[in-house]
């Protein structure tokens, strides 16, 4: 008779035909398995916009020597037709 300590259940992933080579990836060490969906979409995209608005920001505060605490106004001009994406990043 097999026991727990008999048996290992080694997990890989296998792309499905259908899907293409760069819309997954997957790696493992045999008992954890991770399976990454690499195709951006569009809460992927809004996230790297606030990113980058608070990373321009917070460079901003540095070369002025801003502490922590001090209060800042911040003013942003859009391109056109760039209003909608920063109206959705800005109520995420």
């Not at 951006?40 to 321009?56: M, S, T």
């Amino acid at each position: 008779m097999y026991t727990a300590r008999d048996i290992k259940i080694i997990w890989e992933f296998k792309r499905p035909d259908d899907i293409a080579e760069k819309q997954y990836d997957a790696a493992g060490d045999g008992d954890v398995l991770v399976v990454l969906d690499l195709c951006p979409d569009e809460l992927l995209f809004e996230a790297r916009i606030a990113r980058e608005i608070v990373n321009r920001i917070q460079k901003l505060r540095k070369k002025a020597d801003l502490e922590p605490t001090d209060v800042v106004e911040v003013y942003i001009e859009l391109l056109d037709g760039e209003k909608s994406i920063l109206d959705q990043v800005l109520k995420s």
